[in-house]
């Protein structure tokens, strides 16, 4: 796998396209929740940053796709990680390459992390 990655297109375009099509979905779920995010490649993976904080950050694999809410994001949501089977740990939840992205499940972690921030900021 390749090192550096200018941004979030040249990542996702590394891999096949079935597995594009879920990462790519993925980003328009998170864009479609935060108006004012800020795309990056933080920890060699896709990120978002929401006033200035980070956000979430996802990255695709052979078998999964890593989901990265943070500590707090994953533990205001492990009961629907257990309900679905997904295995988690303290910072990341992964979703089986071979089913389809729980979007409603991400679209309400992505809305808990913009609460947090903004609840932190102000």
């Known amino acids: ?41 933080g920890y060699q993976m896709p ?13 695709g694999y052979k078998k999964h796709i890593g989901f990265y809410p943070g500590a707090e994001g994953i ?5 629907d990680f257990k309900e679905r089977n997904y295995k988690f740990s303290k910072g990341a939840v992964q979703f089986p390459i071979n089913e389809n992205i729980p979007l409603d499940l991400v679209n309400r972690i992505v809305d808990f992390k913009k609460e947090e921030i ?5």
């Open 1 to 41: 796998m390749k090192n550096t990655f200018k941004d979030i297109d040249e990542y996702i375009l590394m891999f096949p396209i079935d597995v594009q099509e879920k990462l790519l979905e993925l980003r328009r779920s998170i864009h479609s929740r935060v108006s004012d995010l800020e795309e990056y490649i």
């Open 47 to 59: 990120a978002f940053k929401y006033m200035g904080k980070p956000l979430v950050y996802f990255a």
């Open 75 to 79: 533990r205001n949501f492990e009961k």
């Open 118 to 122: 903004g609840q932190k900021k102000s």
